[in-house]
């Protein structure tokens, strides 16, 4: 995940963003009612996998077989409304 923070800090550092380190990848707020922790959303998945085998085999399961079933159900809409 060290990699892709970097290059992600690298990618956005010259852009209109916002974002100009590391840091700006990730909020932390500790203390009161407000306390959270924001991920930038191109590492949300790449964090969903290291922190849990089942979800990286689940995702990697969906993105794979997403594909196939978008095709089948525009096969079975077209058929249902062309019969």
């Not at 932390?28 to 924001?38: A, D, I, M, P």
């Not at 997403?66 to 079975?76: D, G, K, Q």
């Amino acid at each position: 995940m060290d990699a892709l923070v970097d290059e992600l800090s690298e990618q956005y550092r010259n852009s209109d963003n916002g974002i100009k380190s590391k840091l700006d990848l990730f909020v932390v707020r500790k203390g009161g009612l407000s306390q959270r922790t924001w991920i930038h959303p191109d590492l949300v998945v790449e964090f969903g996998r290291w922190l849990d085998s089942k979800f990286t085999i689940l995702y990697d399961q969906t993105i794979f077989y997403l594909p196939y079933f978008l095709i089948e159900r525009s096969l079975l809409m077209f058929h249902l409304q062309h019969s």
